[in-house]
């Protein structure tokens, strides 16, 4: 686990070409005055899908920041940043770069109630023994009105179909829980929030993702066959998952966004108190 991506110091991260466009067009989309950069953002940020709205400002918390790398980022852009880890290595290296980290669970950190504008938890609450308690307790720790920002897998998504127990999003035994769009929300709003918007990566074929997949269904799936039957098993599946998500795009647009593999949840609190 401590070789976790997100437990790396980012500061001796050497940025790939989509890193380094995602980091120069957020730039443009807060506060440069860099043309290129501005372009970059008016042409890219619509597709991201963790980003902070334009306007907003205050003090920001990250569930499960690692390291702090996108703390950093947002510290950069003018908010009052805090975190949450549970890796001590993380923790550290987080706060060597002058990042409020607190290191364990959640439910042991003392924030007062109604403090954060703004509370992210993205790619952490499919980890989570119990999402319910984290939920009560953001819901507390949000102002009225305040903004939390959601990024899991998509158990629903045509990937899992298609490749099953060899697909790369169930993650067994990391990820403890799996979330549709529907269940996701009906989840959120058991706990007093107000769904805002739903963003999904609908057509992204990510391509380590897709090799893993690849690399786990012929290995589970196709071990006693030739190769190739492993081959031609290979681009059926890939040719399936590609038909299935076409088809459903064209077909069913009023949920074009259960094609995604990953979705992201844009959530106010509401004046509702949790029903817990």
């Known amino acids: 686990m401590e070789t976790y991506y997100s437990y790396q110091d980012f500061k001796n991260k050497r940025l790939n070409y989509r890193e380094w466009l995602k980091k120069v067009s957020l730039e443009g989309y ?70 409020n980290i ?56 045509p990937e899992i179909k298609v490749f099953g127990r060899s697909c790369h999003i169930l993650d067994v035994p990391r990820h403890l829980h799996f979330f549709t769009i529907a269940s996701l929300r009906n989840y959120l709003e058991k706990y007093g929030f107000e769904v805002e918007k739903v963003l999904s990566k609908k057509f992204s074929l990510p391509l380590n993702g897709i090799k893993a997949d690849l690399k786990n269904f012929i290995r589970n799936e196709c071990k006693n066959k030739s190769s190739l039957n492993k081959i031609r098993m290979s681009f059926s599946v890939i040719f399936r998952l590609l038909i299935m998500k076409s088809l459903r795009f064209i077909l069913d647009r009023d949920k074009v966004n259960e094609l995604g593999f990953y979705i992201a949840f844009y959530v106010r609190k509401s004046n509702l108190k949790s029903t817990v």
């Open 30 to 99: 807060y506060n440069s005055k860099n043309i290129l950069k501005k372009f970059l953002s008016k042409l890219l940020v619509g597709n991201f899908m963790i980003v902070v709205p334009k306007g907003e400002k205050g003090k920001l918390l990250d569930i499960g920041c690692g390291s702090g790398e996108f703390l950093n980022q947002m510290k950069g852009f003018g908010w009052e940043v805090y975190g949450v880890e549970i890796s001590k290595k993380a923790v550290d290296t987080g706060r060597r770069k002058g990042l």
């Open 102 to 157: 607190f290191c364990g669970e959640l439910g042991s950190a003392d924030f007062p109630e109604s403090y954060f504008d703004v509370v992210v938890l993205s790619q952490t609450m499919e980890h989570l023994y119990s999402p319910g308690s984290y939920l009560e307790k953001i819901h507390r720790l949000l102002k009225e009105g305040g903004l939390l920002m959601i990024g899991v897998p998509n158990a629903g998504c």
